[in-house]
């Protein structure tokens, strides 16, 4: 019997610990309450945080471990924000007199006062050599020079406010209480490279303890301790259930018969952010084909279908789709020699939308890419080329991508083949999805669909990348649009281009042939609707 409770107990240490391996970036490992109502900035010195409160005027050294408070000192102005940690000693941003301290933290001695290099200055953080000052207002991050305060290098913030800055070693996080986010930027770039969501609905300040992340927030009173990595390549949120009806409607008029018709509808596929529970067709007489890229389809043939006459091929996908966003660490890219050789030589290999053997794509692609060779940042800078040269517009036909780059425009499609003709001519393996949108309310009429482009990268696999959808002026916006979807998407099409069925299209495709004089009308569309319950 004792054996047994023993076991019992142990299966569920076991649980309770592997739900605790299971930690994700951004998630919550410990809560503290705050000292006062009021905090603002935060500093780790290496054993015990540091917390400002602007309504006390007093900067509190608290126990990690419970929050007790330990020892306090005066602020040095009269509004602190933003705090950090030299190695010796503590800095404070104040935004009543636009002033930064240097301060002795036994004591709350001035050991010195440098002007702050903006007029809303909230962020601050120390990077082992100097200062980073973060702008509310102008949402900007700068580098200053500790003689004077003087800014020597200026990024845009990641998103709408810089509220909090830390430092971990390799890269600026920064807190933004307008959409209740923290960001990972490249300080070189100021190109977010990570994405998480804020513990509370008012971050504020941030630091850094060597493991994790700490984040004060102003509503919650509390102080959170954050996961900053874990071996969790992505996290699913928001589940989304629905039916999607997928209609191709052929419409023949004129003298004759049309005599043959072949109607292909690709079939989606789970996935790890949609999980197919229920696929049907109507008619239900179809033959299932799988094209080069495995692509699965659905074959409806016709015969002899009369003038004024209407054939119509319906997919019906009962499907429950997730946002699924991942995190996806630079460093921790394999290299393009760890990718498996099958993926390497299917999806590096050109196509007439590609043409990466043309001699512009190939000058183009050495002048984006240089000596770079983390397959991230290979397609990071491809990415941020295309979205930067291209301009969206739907002008009619899919042309091939030397055409688009020197035109300067496109549609999503014509967006995808410039991208992925870049990344293959780089040697990094690129693809190509299709779905289903949903437009608007979650009852809508999808006419146009989208395409947008994968990247395979070694440890993590294939991840959506999508220029188009990136073409935005916020750090953020352009950041959502590398390893994230919204629950928005039915996936139907994995493709690498020129389909045996579905050609360079994707979602459907159809070939026919018809009698003299007999004109054909095609329309694809997708209904999407709710379901309700299990």
């Known amino acids: 019997m004792k054996r047994i409770v023993r076991n019992a107990l142990f299966i569920v240490a076991f649980i309770l610990f592997s739900r605790y391996l299971l930690a994700f970036p951004g998630k919550v490992i410990q809560s ?28 509190y050294k608290l126990d990690p471990s419970n929050g007790s408070i330990l020892h306090q000192i005066p602020s040095p102005g009269f509004w602190p924000m933003g705090l950090a940690w030299d190695g010796q000693y503590l800095w404070n941003i104040d935004k009543g007199q636009d002033k930064i301290y240097k301060i002795d933290s036994r004591d709350g001695t001035v050991m010195k006062t440098i002007e702050a290099p903006c007029n809303d200055p909230e962020g601050l953080t120390w990077d082992g050599i100097t200062l980073w000052v973060g702008d509310a207002r102008e949402n900007i991050i700068m580098k200053i020079d500790l003689s004077d305060g003087t800014a020597v290098k200026k990024i845009d913030g990641p998103a709408k406010s810089v509220s909090g800055l830390a430092w971990d070693g390799q890269y600026i996080w920064s807190s933004d209480r307008t959409l209740d986010e923290i960001y990972m ?15 509370g609905p008012y971050p504020r300040g941030m630091t850094w303890d060597g493991t994790y992340l700490w984040n004060v927030d102003y509503q919650t009173d509390s102080v959170y301790k954050i996961v900053r990595h874990d071996d969790e390549i992505f996290r699913l949120k928001d589940p989304r ?6 209609t191709h409607e052929v419409k023949v008029f004129g003298q004759g018969k049309l005599k043959d018709l072949d109607v292909y509808i690709a079939i989606p596929e789970n996935m790890p952010q949609q999980k197919i529970r229920n696929t049907s067709f109507t008619p239900q007489q179809y033959t299932l084909k799988k094209d080069r890229w495995k692509q699965q389809v659905a074959l409806f043939n016709y015969k002899d279908i009369h003038s004024n006459k209407t054939v119509q091929s319906i997919m019906v996908v009962e499907a429950e789709i997730s946002s699924i966003r991942y995190f996806i660490y630079p460093d921790k890219v394999g290299s393009l ?12 290999s050109d196509g007439s939308k590609y043409m990466t053997g043309d001699p512009y794509i190939q000058k183009l692609v050495r002048e984006i890419v240089g000596d770079e060779k983390n397959p991230y940042w290979i397609g990071r800078k491809i990415f941020n080329y295309v979205r930067n040269t291209l301009e969206y517009k739907m002008e009619g036909g899919w042309n091939a991508a030397p055409v688009v780059l020197q035109r300067g425009s496109g549609s999503c499609s014509e967006y995808s083949f410039s991208f992925i003709s870049l990344c293959r001519a780089a040697g990094l393996p690129a693809r190509y999805v299709g779905a289903l949108v949903v437009r608007g309310d979650d009852a809508s009429l999808d006419e146009y669909f989208h395409r947008w482009p994968e990247i395979y990268l070694p440890n993590y696999g294939w991840v959506p990348i999508d220029p188009q959808g990136g073409d935005k002026p916020l750090a953020r916006d352009q950041a959502m649009n590398i390893g994230n979807l919204p629950n928005r998407f039915l996936i139907t099409t994995q493709g690498g281009g020129d389909s045996e069925y579905l050609g360079w299209y994707y979602n459907i495709n159809e070939d026919y042939q018809t009698e003299p004089q007999v004109q054909v009308n095609i329309e694809a569309f997708g209904e999407w609707e709710p379901l309700n319950g299990d």
């Open 185 to 199: 930027i490249d300080p070189e770039s100021g190109e977010v490279i990570l994405i998480i969501d804020s513990p």
């Open 337 to 348: 020699g760890s990718i498996p050789p099958d993926i390497s030589r299917v999806y590096s």
């Open 32 to 59: 503290l309450p705050l000292p006062g109502h009021y905090c603002t900035g935060l500093a780790f010195d290496g054993k015990y945080l540091w917390i400002a409160d602007y309504k006390t005027d007093i900067i």
């Open 241 to 246: 259930k629905a039916r999607i009806t997928f």
